[in-house]
């Protein structure tokens, strides 16, 4: 197929003007080549070769970085910055601000937008980013542009006037600089003693930026590329924590030094490059209105910011999700008890995760919500290009009857463009949860975001979750940690805690479980549900941590327990004394088995141990034991010849140990050598009433061996070989 000639034409014209062109689809921005603008040419031949493709229809232009200029493009349009001020409002105050800007080669775009291109100066180091002024810029070698000529919908990109590219002035580079610094956007190195600091460490995934920004500091001092690696090889290299081969390195050399001079201009022996602070401007905080936080749910999820939920895959977050999006909108109260608005309001559910029809709207009507108030968004969601459109669908829907509540976007990085990088704070707070919160607060609106869990298991719940510490968590108003509940052995019970709360103090987490249910006109089938257990004994972090909370619930109720049956009422004030709460206490009541009684028709409730099963144990090679007093509070040891051959004993009972008011007072018990089992005796005084530390039964089955000592005789019915001692 032919190319079209007119299309050819324009194209080798902006070659003319020293940029490269390469094919787009037809009506269309998205190249047709392997690998996109990278393809972009200067050769006539394969310009036509390529707008002779039978996709083909419209072409597209860049400024190559081998040409030693630096020409980049503002991308003026009325959507550049997710705001509604039309684009010639805004550049308007930037001129009366910074100055006039010369007159220069410039598209008009269908959109009535201007891609109008610069030079920008050669001493000047390229600062990162795509954004200047807040309009979306275009540098060599970053992106493209659609060429003069094409055509979107029937709607021509027209070339403007006749103009050579214009230098960008000085003082629009200054302020685009001071602009970049005032946002906390990446560092620009810049050269000279304070520009750059070698850290004396330097991890495995710092080692090739290291390499990079090390050299670039060095720029500006006018040494050879030798010289520059024979630095590197003497002050980078020994740093690294894990060392890299010396091709490894001189090819991260090669990769920093390729190209210097297109990234930081002709090196400048004698200056710095200085970056204008600009004017700081304060105001009394009374001019601030005292304004209260509004709560979707008080505690857990404020209205107008961003909430982070995190968890691993299997903890039932979207089922989660499910059941706080029907409590939403049939206007019913929270899982806390905390009670609803009693009205109804609108949810919206962005979703890459769940099928809406077999999914979100099952669960959305089992747990009893209102579907038709849920909006589930089918257009592609992407940041940072598509917070602007974001912005104003979340804005338009808060707008209408019923209002909207809440925003679930699910789960984050499949929401991200790709080349953000999600571990870069800048990137991040800037491309995605900056727009995030404007689009909250805007809309007065609770976003719930939902994350996975990076693999540090051994992380604080601020660090679980994956991605950038500064650019997510710092920007998120509230973070909810999702678990597994470390006080059920079954791995049953799940848990959800607030890990983060600027606003409030968090309460404890809260248990549950998933049920099955059938959605209303369901005649087979269920799905999945979530029955709500009450608040857990334990933080989060604690949850998350290897934590000995719940073990420790349960020696504390076995201490309590271990001398026998304890009314029902004293076990509480008991286990309180211990720092055990009532949840603490009934998981670890469920852990050991506790038998509850009651003792006669009008007798009082009572707790304690289960019986074990006892057996014969025949084949016992140790003849001796150490004895360790549980009265003692300490590791005194007695030994005792006593065979123990033909013992009988209780297997499966927990060791008296920790000290203290732990113990059980006037019980001492072998301990265990090697799989051996153990033998209980008491030191001293008159036999116990009530039971040893074995099971129930043994409570009166105490014999006098020798002058104050005293065994069990169903654990130790005929001790031989000599009296303990």
């Not at 032919?2 to 070659?15: E, F, G, I, K």
């Not at 980013?129 to 309009?135: C, P, S, V």
């Not at 060599?140 to 659609?146: H, S």
């Not at 108030?373 to 290009?385: D, G, K, Q, Y």
């Amino acid at each position: 197929m032919a190319a079209n000639p007119d299309m050819v034409t324009m194209a080798l014209a902006q070659v003319e003007q020293g940029f490269a062109a390469f094919a787009l689809l037809a009506n269309a921005k998205k190249p047709i080549t392997p690998n996109g603008f990278k393809n972009a040419t200067r050769n006539p031949d394969w310009i036509r070769t390529q707008l002779g493709a039978p996709a083909a229809g419209n072409y597209g232009i860049i400024w190559p970085e081998d040409t030693g200029e630096r020409v980049l493009a503002l991308d003026l349009d009325n959507g550049s910055d997710g705001r509604e001020r039309p684009w010639q409002d805004r550049l308007l105050e930037l001129i009366g601000r910074i100055g006039p800007l010369p007159a220069t080669k410039a598209t008009t775009t269908p959109s009535g937008g201007r891609h109008a291109f610069y030079r920008w100066p050669a001493d000047v180091p390229i600062p990162p980013g795509d954004e200047l002024f807040g309009f979306t810029v275009r540098w060599p070698g970053r992106g493209y542009l659609v060429g003069p000529g094409s055509s979107i919908n029937g709607v021509t990109y027209l070339p403007g006037p006749t103009h050579d590219i214009a230098e960008l002035p000085r003082a629009w580079v200054d302020a685009a600089l001071a602009d970049r610094r005032r946002k906390g956007g990446d560092s620009i190195i810049t050269v000279g003693g304070a520009a750059f600091v070698l850290p004396n460490s330097i991890p495995a995934g710092r080692r090739y930026p290291t390499v990079r920004d090390y050299v670039a500091s060095r720029y500006n001092s006018g040494l050879s590329e030798d010289e520059l690696w024979a630095l590197v090889v003497a002050e980078v290299a020994p740093r690294f924590t894990v060392p890299k081969s010396e091709a490894d390195l001189r090819a991260d050399f090669d990769r920093a030094t390729a190209k210097l001079v297109q990234r930081l201009g002709p090196p400048n022996r004698h200056t710095e490059a200085v970056i204008p602070a600009g004017p700081l401007r304060d105001a009394p905080l009374t001019e601030f209105i005292s304004t209260p936080v509004e709560w979707l749910w008080a505690a857990w999820l404020p209205r107008g910011v961003v909430t982070l939920m995190d968890g691993n895959p299997g903890v039932s977050k979207s089922t989660l999700v499910a059941d706080l999006v029907a409590r939403i909108t049939s206007g019913r109260g929270w899982p806390d008890e905390t009670p609803g608005t009693g009205i109804p309001a609108r949810v919206m559910w962005i979703t890459t995760e769940d099928d809406p029809g077999r999914v979100l709207r099952p669960r959305i009507e089992a747990a009893g919500g209102d579907a038709s108030l849920v909006r589930f968004v089918i257009s592609e969601v992407v940041f940072p290009s598509g917070a602007g459109a974001f912005r104003e669908l979340v804005v338009q829907r808060s707008s209408e009857p019923a209002g909207l509540a809440l925003v679930v976007l699910d789960p984050l990085f499949s929401h991200i463009e790709a080349g953000v990088r999600t571990i870069a704070d800048a990137e991040m707070r800037k491309g995605v949860m900056n727009p995030l919160g404007d689009a909250a607060e805007a809309a007065d609106v609770a976003i719930l975001v939902v994350r996975h869990f990076n693999k540090d298991a051994q992380a604080s719940a601020l660090n679980r979750g994956a991605g950038s510490l500064g650019g997510i968590v710092g920007a998120a108003r509230a973070l909810w940690s999702v678990t597994v509940d470390k006080e059920d052995e079954t791995g049953e019970t799940k848990a959800v805690g607030v890990a983060k709360l600027n606003y409030a103090r968090a309460h404890l987490p809260l248990r549950y479980r998933v049920v099955d249910r059938v959605p209303p006109g369901w005649v087979t089938g269920t799905v999945s549900g979530i029955e709500w257990l009450g608040e857990s004994s334990m933080t989060i972090d604690e949850l998350l941590g290897e934590d000995s909370r719940a073990p420790s619930a349960v020696a504390a109720l076995e201490a309590v327990l271990t001398s026998g049956a304890v009314d029902a009422v004293l076990v509480p004030g008991m286990m309180r004394g211990r720092g055990f709460g009532d949840t603490a206490l009934r998981n670890a009541a469920k852990r050991l088995g506790v038998v509850k009684e009651k003792s006669g028709f009008q007798g009082r409730w009572t707790w304690r141990l289960p019986d074990k099963d006892v057996e014969d144990v025949w084949d016992t090679p140790s003849t001796s034991l150490s004895l360790t007093p549980a009265c003692a509070g300490g590791d005194q040891t007695h030994t005792s010849s006593t065979s123990l051959d033909s013992l009988r004993i209780a297997k499966g009972v927990q060791d008296v140990e920790g000290g203290g008011s732990s113990r059980a007072p006037g019980i001492a018990r072998a301990r265990e050598a090697g799989n051996q089992p153990a033998l209980t005796v008491v030191p001293g005084g008159q036999p116990p009433t009530v039971a040893c530390h074995f099971p129930h039964d043994h409570s009166t089955s105490w014999r006098q061996v020798a002058e104050g000592r005293w065994i069990c005789v169903i654990c130790a019915p005929e001790p031989t070989g000599g009296a303990v001692s």
